[in-house]
Nanobody
Framework: QLQASGGGLVQAGGSLRLSCAAS????????MGWFRQAPGNEREFVAG????????SYADSVKGRFTISRDNAKNTVYLQMNSLKPEDTAVYYC??????????????????WGQGTQVTVSS
């Protein structure tokens, strides 16, 4: 019910915009998060946004480079990624949390997950 897209291969310093579109879910009822997982690593929190888009939260590693946003009318969440680094290479997942009042950084808190989109940053 969550479809992530927009990944690809980009050179270091470049940009990508990921999208997460929902079907069968009304995203305005959910806090949304983006996570990523590189080979051999655990899934880690990247960014989150509350249901109204008023509050956002970022991992220190992406703060100032990535921006999460949402368009509830389009039932879609975005992750704008600028100044990409090779260490940003991972599969990126969007996720929906229906219970938390704030933005959870623990993956197990989230109830629904997209299938992931690969982001590869070359040096």
């Amino acid at each position: 019910q969550l479809q992530a897209s927009g990944g690809g291969l980009v050179q270091a310093g470049g940009s990508l915009r990921l999208s997460c579109a929902a079907s069968g879910l009304t995203l305005s009822a959910y806090t949304m998060g983006w996570f990523r997982q590189a080979p051999g690593n655990e899934r880690e929190f990247v960014a989150g946004i509350t249901w109204a888009g008023v509050t956002t939260s970022y991992a220190d590693s992406v703060k100032g480079r990535f921006t999460i946003s949402r368009d509830n009318a389009k039932n879609t969440v975005y992750l704008q990624m600028n100044s990409l680094k090779p260490e940003d290479t991972a599969v990126y997942y969007c996720a929906a949390d229906r219970k938390s009042a704030g933005i959870a950084r623990v993956a197990t808190t989230y109830n629904f997950w997209g299938q992931g989109t690969q982001v590869t940053v070359s040096s």
